[in-house]
């Protein structure tokens, strides 16, 4: 069948009762339809479902639909049901089902019936599976969440590397179709790659949410009365706070609560009907602020979600963009704070400093370029789009000025000397020390570690005790990011000089550094800690 013999339009209108495609959606589908390779990128909400949906119900055979996500694949095939009177129309196959279920799928696949097969990698894997399969009609296969086949995506899940050589088996011409919402170039060739469809036509939405004002602060000890502050700034609306741990769920619910504002606790050790209590009173608006750990969010479609606070940094920034993503989905306002602390970047270091080498060096990576974007001057917005592979024009660009950097730019000083400085003690001391111990050596702290090594009698002692620990910190973090310096994975920490620094050394040249941006606190709320 051809893209050309069918009016899609009208299918589309039958189906699903739209009159018009979003986005890429009429050329994905034709691109389907043309029985080529399709690869599509399109950010959460973008409308990625109708794109094999709409191909798989008005062509023979079964489209399978391979999806991490089990609860997910449920809801999907609840809602392909509701659009016909056959049941068998969509079925999932995995290990729950029954003999007689899975009975009953099998014949509906066999008799042209089901028109979409869900499954989840590790089912569609298993030879029974592969054998039946291989007797029936498969229109395409449809890669959803395909990021999970790489590495260096934000849940990388191993069976999906298996799927290409299960796909081959079905037969030379049957099309995939890889779909996903976060791939930053790197993860994007390791997608095309992993399911050897390098031919594949790809459709990339872009990625830019106009209406979300991006802001990191400077995380204190105050957050709390910072946080409160915020929300009483937002008053009666809708908002999500992210914290990494359970602990700091319980405990920044717990203080809201006591300051007046309606919030709830969600977290995957809350049992199954609390959360879904809590999940409820949030999108029925029975109260104005969940506070959650990355557990809440997958599948919520709340339109009015206008603030997204990340209590702690996230571990990579498809993490942050997805989770910043749950706001202002009706194109309204939608305010996504960070609060910055390098303390909880070395948390998460020593975190990941257990985990097998390669997973370390990648996580290690991410988590830079969150720091990167959390300590940076420029647009935050053409920040994040590069980091997806999208330029952006941060003068004329949509969206261009709403980011705290562009609307209070950062003050920058020249610190051409000091990098000068730095970069001599991390030689002079041969590759010793971590953060810490470095900035001691400049402004002339002991402390046991220096003591050890007697780098308190050195010459170059205290050189730098002219600025303080805080701007010394700073800028140590910034000439990491610009690459004069690298931090050893494997010693967890110890920085060391790289060829760009020695290269600076002989050659120094203009060092802008940013100032840490301050906010200012007022002291006459009251807050009940
Ligand atoms: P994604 O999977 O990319 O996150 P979905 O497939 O869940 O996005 O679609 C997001 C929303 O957009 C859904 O509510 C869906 O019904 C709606 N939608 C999809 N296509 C269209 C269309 N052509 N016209 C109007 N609404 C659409």
């Given at each position: 069948?051809?893209?050309?013999?069918?009016?899609?339009?009208k299918?589309?209108?039958?189906?699903?009762?739209?009159?018009?495609?979003?986005?890429?959606?009429?050329q994905v589908?034709?691109?389907?339809?043309?029985?080529?390779?399709?690869?599509?990128?399109?950010?959460?909400?973008?409308?990625?479902?109708?794109?094999?949906?709409?191909?798989?119900?008005?062509?023979?055979?079964?489209?399978?639909?391979?999806?991490?996500?089990?609860?997910?694949?449920?809801?999907?095939?609840?809602?392909?049901?509701?659009l016909?009177s056959?049941?068998?129309?969509?079925?999932?196959?995995?290990?729950?089902?029954?003999k007689?279920?899975?009975?009953?799928?099998?014949?509906?696949?066999?008799?042209?019936?089901t028109?979409?097969?869900?499954?989840?990698?590790?089912?569609?894997?298993?030879?029974?599976n592969?054998?039946?399969?291989?007797?029936?009609?498969?229109?395409?296969?449809?890669i959803?969440?395909?990021?999970?086949?790489?590495?260096?995506?934000?849940?990388?899940?191993?069976?999906?590397?298996?799927?290409?050589?299960?796909?081959?088996?079905?037969?030379?011409?049957?099309?995939?179709?890889?779909?996903?919402?976060?791939?930053?170039?790197?993860?994007?060739?390791?997608?095309?790659k992993?399911?050897?469809?390098?031919?594949?036509?790809?459709?990339?939405?872009?990625f830019?949410?106009?209406?979300?004002?991006?802001?990191?602060?400077?995380?204190?000890?105050?957050?709390e009365?910072?946080?409160?502050?915020?929300?009483?700034?937002?008053?009666?609306?809708?908002?999500?706070?992210?914290?990494?741990?359970?602990?700091?769920?319980?405990?920044?619910?717990e203080?809201?609560?006591?300051?007046g504002?309606?919030?709830?606790?969600?977290?995957?050790?809350?049992?199954?009907?609390?959360?879904?209590?809590?999940?409820?009173?949030?999108l029925?608006?029975?109260?104005?602020?969940?506070?959650?750990?990355?557990?809440?969010?997958?599948?919520i479609?709340?339109?009015?979600?206008?603030?997204?606070?990340?209590h702690?940094?996230?571990?990579?920034?498809?993490?942050?963009?997805?989770?910043?993503?749950r706001?202002g989905?009706?194109?309204?306002?939608?305010?996504?704070?960070?609060?910055?602390?390098?303390?909880?970047?070395?948390?998460?270091?020593?975190?990941?400093s257990?985990?097998?080498?390669?997973?370390?060096?990648?996580?290690?990576?991410?988590?830079?370029?969150?720091?990167?974007?959390?300590e940076?001057?420029?647009?935050?917005?053409?920040?994040?789009?590069?980091?997806?592979?999208?330029?952006?024009?941060?003068?004329?660009?949509?969206?261009?000025?709403?980011?705290?950097?562009?609307?209070?730019?950062?003050?920058?000083?020249?610190a051409?000397?000091?990098?000068v400085?730095?970069?001599?003690?991390?030689?002079?001391?041969k590759?010793?020390?971590?953060?810490?111990?470095?900035?001691?050596?400049?402004?002339?702290?002991?402390?046991?570690?220096i003591?050890?090594?007697?780098?308190?009698?050195?010459?170059?002692?205290?050189?730098?005790?002219?600025?303080?620990?805080?701007?010394?910190?700073?800028?140590?973090?910034?000439?990491?990011?610009?690459?004069?310096?690298?931090?050893?994975?494997?010693?967890?920490?110890?920085?060391?000089?790289?060829?760009?620094?020695?290269?600076?050394?002989?050659?120094?040249?203009?060092?802008?550094?940013?100032?840490?941006?301050?906010?200012?606190?007022?002291?006459?709320?009251?807050?009940?800690?």
């Amino acid at each position: 069948m051809n893209s050309n013999e069918i009016d899609i339009h009208k299918e589309l209108k039958k189906y699903f009762g739209f009159s018009q495609f979003k986005g890429l959606q009429e050329q994905v589908i034709k691109s389907i339809l043309n029985k080529q390779n399709t690869f599509v990128i399109m950010p959460t909400g973008g409308g990625k479902s109708l794109c094999y949906q709409l191909p798989a119900l008005i062509q023979e055979g079964t489209a399978i639909v391979v999806s991490p996500l089990i609860a997910l694949m449920k809801n999907q095939v609840d809602a392909i049901r509701s659009l016909s009177s056959e049941n068998g129309i969509a079925h999932v196959l995995n290990s729950s089902l029954t003999k007689t279920e899975i009975a009953q799928v099998k014949k509906d696949i066999s008799s042209g019936l089901t028109k979409l097969l869900y499954v989840a990698p590790e089912s569609l894997i298993k030879e029974e599976n592969v054998l039946f399969l291989k007797s029936v009609t498969v229109s395409f296969v449809a890669i959803d969440e395909a990021h999970c086949i790489s590495e260096w995506g934000h849940d990388f899940r191993p069976e999906y590397r298996n799927l290409k050589h299960i796909i081959k088996q079905l037969g030379d011409d049957v099309p995939i179709i890889g779909l996903t919402a976060t791939a930053t170039p790197k993860v994007q060739e390791d997608i095309l790659k992993n399911l050897d469809m390098s031919d594949a036509t790809t459709f990339k939405a872009s990625f830019n949410r106009p209406n979300l004002y991006y802001e990191v602060r400077t995380k204190t000890k105050n957050i709390e009365a910072d946080i409160i502050r915020f929300i009483r700034q937002h008053k009666g609306k809708s908002g999500i706070i992210y914290c990494l741990s359970r602990k700091k769920v319980e405990a920044i619910a717990e203080v809201l609560q006591v300051n007046g504002i309606s919030a709830v606790p969600y977290h995957a050790g809350l049992d199954a009907k609390t959360r879904a209590k809590h999940q409820d009173m949030f999108l029925m608006e029975d109260v104005d602020v969940v506070v959650a750990t990355i557990a809440f969010g997958m599948g919520i479609d709340k339109p009015d979600v206008r603030f997204v606070i990340h209590h702690d940094i996230p571990k990579s920034l498809e993490s942050y963009y997805q989770e910043t993503g749950r706001a202002g989905r009706d194109g309204g306002e939608g305010h996504c704070l960070a609060y910055y602390s390098y303390k909880d970047v070395e948390k998460l270091e020593k975190f990941m400093s257990g985990k097998p080498v390669a997973e370390q060096e990648i996580g290690f990576a991410l988590l830079q370029e969150v720091v990167a974007y959390a300590e940076t001057s420029m647009s935050r917005r053409k920040f994040l789009l590069h980091y997806f592979g999208e330029e952006f024009d941060s003068e004329t660009g949509e969206g261009a000025d709403m980011d705290d950097n562009i609307r209070n730019p950062k003050t920058k000083i020249e610190a051409k000397d000091q990098v000068v400085k730095l970069l001599e003690i991390v030689r002079d001391t041969k590759h010793l020390y971590k953060s810490k111990e470095i900035v001691f050596t400049l402004i002339g702290r002991v402390n046991a570690v220096i003591k050890a090594h007697r780098t308190d009698s050195q010459s170059f002692f205290g050189s730098g005790a002219d600025h303080d620990e805080k701007y010394w910190m700073a800028l140590l973090r910034q000439v990491l990011v610009a690459g004069y310096l690298s931090k050893d994975i494997e010693t967890y920490g110890i920085v060391k000089i790289t060829k760009a620094g020695l290269d600076f050394i002989k050659k120094p040249v203009s060092f802008m550094m940013s100032e840490d941006h301050e906010y200012n606190e007022s002291e006459d709320e009251a807050i009940v800690t």
